[in-house]
C-alpha cells in the first residue's frame, strides 16, 4: 500500500490486542485503505493505550493528508466484555478495569464519533460486512483459537447482550466427563473441548489414558494444527481427538440455531485453516443435533483474517452514527 | 367487559389455537378492551380458520361500532414456524401446509395490515409489551406445556430466525442418558426433560426403576402439578424429579446467556404457576451453570396467562406497521 493521500470520508477501525494494536483507515463503504500496527504499552493498568492509539491516529491524518474533519468516525474492538454505550468492564489483557472507551475516544480524538465492542463481536460484524457472511441477513461467528470467540449478529446488528456478554458461547455449559475449571471457574465450558488449547488438552488426554499408537507421541510439544494435520494423515487417535471437539463445536452451533436460528455460521482462526477437513466433521455433527428448520444453515471458513476486527470495529462506529 | 363502543384507533390481537381462536381487541397503547373466542375449525386442512376469524372480526366492529379506519391492523399467533413475512411452514394441530397467513389476512380484511408469528414467540412478546417483562430491553421467555414454548427478544424486537426457528429452545440437544425420541425426531432435546410431559416421563421412569416410596404411587395416573406438588409437601423422589428437570431448563437458559445475554427470563405455562418453589429451582441452578457476566439476570413468572398471545398479536402487527 502505497499512496501518499486519502481523499473522502474515512472511518478508523482499531483492533486493540494484548500486544498490539491493529489500525485501519476505511473508506464509508468499507474499503480497506491502509493499515499498520503499534505495541500496546499494557504498564500501568494500560493507561496510555488510548492516548497511543489518538497520537498515532494524527500521525496517520497527517501523513495522509486527512481532514479531521472528513473522519466520520473511530470504531473499537477490545478484549473483553463492552456494553453497548462503548464501557469496558474490564480487560486482563490490557490491564484495564472499568473503562469508558467510546467517551475517552471523543475526549482524546476532539469529538469525533466512537463507538466500541468486544473484539470477538466486532470481527463477527467486519466478516458479515465485507467476508464470509456478506450479503447475508444474520450471522454467527466462532473463532477458535486459545479459547473461543464468539460473536453474533441478528437483523444486521451485534447483540451485545444485556451485560455485555452477547456472543460468549466459549462459556456454555455443555462439555460432560471433565474436572478441570475452565479460565472462568466453572467446569464444562464449550471452550475447553473445542478451543485450540481443549484440542491438545484432548489429545493430552488420549495420549496418558491409551496406549494406542499416534505420529503425536513422537511430538515434545505440539499445537491444535499439528492435531488436525495428524488426523488428516490417518492417525486414528487425533481423528477421534479431532472428532469429540468438532462434535462439540457443532453442539454449541445448534444450541445457538434454538436461540436465534441465523443464516449462516463463520469459522475463524487458526485451527479454521485447515479448511474443509475440519469443517465438514463441524458440519456433520451439526446436521445431526440441530432442530430440522434450521439443519441446512451453512458453515463456512472465515474470509478475513486478522483484518476482521479492524473491518468490524469501522462499521461497528458507522452503525452508531446510524442509530 | 360491558360496552357498546368503542373508540378510537384499535388492534386485534389474534391466537390461533388448535381448538379455539382467541380474539382480543387493543387499543393502540396495548390495553385489552375485549376478548372472546371461537372454534377452530381444522376440517379440510385447516381452510375455513382465517375467514371464520375475518367473519369474527366484522361481527365485532358491528357490535362495537368500530370504523374499519379505524383498525390499524390484525396481528395473529399460530402455532407453527412462521417467517418474517407472515408465511407459515406448516402447522400439524391446524391442518395447515405452506398459508401466506399475513397475505390472506389482507385479503380477507378489506387491506388491513396483517402481521404473524409463532405462538410463543408472540406470546413472549406480549410479556415483554405488558406483563413480566415490561420495561426490560431484551428477554426470553419459555412456557412449559405439554411441548416447551420459547420467545426471545433483542433489541424489543422478537428474533424470527432465519428459517422460522429463532426461539426454539425445547429442540436444542442437551439432555444425556435418553433412548426415546422426541418428537421432532431427534433424542436429547431439552423438552423431553424439561416440559410438563418430560416431568410426568421422569417420574415415571424413577418410580418404575427404584422402590423408593412417593405419594406419586397412590395415582393412577398423575400430571406435572402432582409432581410439583408431592415435591413441595416432601417427597424426596418427586423432588429429585423436579431438581432434575429444573437443572435441564436453566442449562437451557444459560446456554441461552451465552448466544444472547437477555436482560431476564420469563417462566410460563401451567407449571410455572408453582411459583417460587418451582422458579427458585430453576434459579440456583442457573447461577451456577451461567456466565459470571450473565448470573444475575432475573428469571421471573409470566403475567398475562393465557392472554399473552393476544398481546403479543396485537403488538407485532403494530411492530410491523413502524418497520
Same mark, same amino acid.
Given at each position: 500500500?502505497?499512496?501518499?493521500?486519502?481523499?473522502?470520508?474515512?472511518?478508523?477501525?482499531?483492533?486493540?490486542?494484548?500486544?498490539?494494536?491493529?489500525?485501519?483507515?476505511?473508506?464509508?463503504?468499507?474499503?480497506?485503505?491502509?493499515? =499498520?500496527?503499534?505495541?500496546?504499552?499494557?504498564? !500501568?493498568?494500560?493507561?496510555?493505550?488510548?492516548?497511543?492509539?489518538?497520537?498515532?491516529?494524527?500521525?496517520? !491524518?497527517?501523513?495522509?493528508?486527512?481532514?479531521?474533519?472528513?473522519?466520520?468516525?473511530?470504531?473499537?474492538?477490545?478484549?473483553?466484555?463492552?456494553?453497548?454505550?462503548?464501557?469496558?468492564?474490564?480487560?486482563?489483557?490490557?490491564?484495564? #478495569?472499568?473503562?469508558?472507551?467510546?467517551?475517552?475516544?471523543?475526549?482524546?480524538?476532539?469529538?469525533?464519533?466512537? +463507538?466500541?465492542?468486544? =473484539?470477538?463481536?466486532?470481527?463477527?460484524?467486519?466478516?458479515?460486512?465485507?467476508?464470509? #457472511?456478506?450479503?447475508?441477513?444474520?450471522?454467527?461467528?466462532?473463532?477458535?483459537?486459545?479459547?473461543?470467540?464468539?460473536?453474533?449478529?441478528?437483523?444486521?446488528?451485534?447483540?451485545?447482550?444485556?451485560?455485555?456478554?452477547?456472543?460468549?458461547?466459549?462459556?456454555?455449559?455443555?462439555?460432560?466427563?471433565?474436572?478441570?475449571?475452565?479460565?472462568?471457574?466453572?467446569?464444562?465450558?464449550?471452550?475447553?473441548?473445542?478451543?485450540?488449547?481443549?484440542?491438545?488438552?484432548?489429545?493430552?488426554?488420549?495420549?496418558?489414558?491409551? =496406549?494406542?499408537?499416534?505420529?503425536?507421541?513422537?511430538?515434545?510439544?505440539?499445537?491444535?494444527?499439528?492435531?488436525?494435520?495428524? &488426523?488428516?494423515? #490417518?492417525? +486414528?487417535? &487425533?481423528?477421534?481427538?479431532?472428532?469429540?471437539?468438532?462434535?462439540?463445536?457443532?453442539?454449541?452451533?445448534?444450541?445457538?440455531?434454538?436461540?436465534?436460528?441465523?443464516?449462516?455460521?463463520?469459522?475463524?482462526?487458526?485451527?479454521?485453516?485447515?479448511? =474443509?477437513?475440519?469443517?465438514?466433521?463441524?458440519?456433520?455433527?451439526?446436521?445431526?443435533?440441530?432442530?430440522?428448520?434450521?439443519?441446512?444453515?451453512?458453515?463456512?471458513?472465515?474470509?478475513?483474517?486478522?483484518? &476482521?476486527?479492524?473491518?468490524?470495529?469501522?462499521?461497528?462506529?458507522?452503525?452508531?452514527?446510524?442509530?
Amino acid at each position: 500500500m502505497t499512496m501518499t493521500r486519502i481523499d473522502g470520508k474515512t472511518v478508523f477501525g482499531i483492533d486493540v490486542g494484548g500486544t498490539t494494536v491493529k489500525c485501519g483507515i476505511f473508506s464509508k463503504e468499507g474499503e480497506l485503505l491502509y493499515k =499498520d500496527e503499534i505495541p500496546t504499552r499494557t504498564q !500501568e493498568k494500560g493507561r496510555f493505550i488510548l492516548g497511543d492509539i489518538s497520537r498515532h491516529i494524527e500521525e496517520l !491524518e497527517k501523513k495522509f493528508s486527512i481532514d479531521r474533519g472528513d473522519v466520520l468516525g473511530i470504531g473499537y474492538g477490545v478484549p473483553g466484555p463492552v456494553q453497548e454505550d462503548g464501557v469496558v468492564n474490564g480487560c486482563v489483557n490490557l490491564g484495564w #478495569g472499568k473503562v469508558a472507551v467510546a467517551e475517552e475516544s471523543r475526549k482524546l480524538n476532539g469529538g469525533i464519533a466512537s +463507538a466500541a465492542g468486544n =473484539d470477538a463481536n466486532v470481527a463477527a460484524l467486519g466478516e458479515f460486512w465485507k467476508g464470509a #457472511g456478506k450479503g447475508s441477513g444474520s450471522m454467527l461467528m466462532i473463532t477458535v483459537g486459545t479459547g473461543l470467540g464468539c460473536g453474533v449478529i441478528v437483523n444486521g446488528r451485534v447483540v451485545f447482550g444485556a451485560h455485555g456478554a452477547g456472543g460468549e458461547l466459549g462459556h456454555i455449559p455443555l462439555v460432560t466427563g471433565l474436572t478441570e475449571p475452565c479460565n472462568c471457574g466453572k467446569t464444562g465450558c464449550l471452550e475447553q473441548a473445542a478451543s485450540a488449547t481443549g484440542i491438545i488438552r484432548a489429545a493430552q488426554r488420549k495420549l496418558r489414558q491409551s =496406549d494406542a499408537p499416534s505420529t503425536l507421541r513422537s511430538l515434545d510439544h505440539f499445537m491444535a494444527r499439528d492435531v488436525v494435520d495428524a &488426523a488428516r494423515n #490417518g492417525d +486414528a487417535l &487425533a481423528d477421534e481427538v479431532l472428532n469429540y471437539s468438532c462434535r462439540y463445536l457443532a453442539q454449541g452451533l445448534a444450541v445457538a440455531a434454538g436461540v436465534v436460528d441465523p443464516e449462516m455460521y463463520v469459522i475463524g482462526g487458526g485451527v479454521s485453516k485447515a479448511g =474443509d477437513f475440519y469443517l465438514d466433521k463441524i458440519r456433520a455433527a451439526y446436521r445431526e443435533l440441530a432442530f430440522y428448520a434450521s439443519r441446512d444453515a451453512k458453515i463456512v471458513q472465515a474470509a478475513l483474517g486478522n483484518d &476482521a476486527g479492524m473491518y468490524g470495529a469501522a462499521r461497528l462506529v458507522l452503525d452508531s452514527l446510524e442509530a
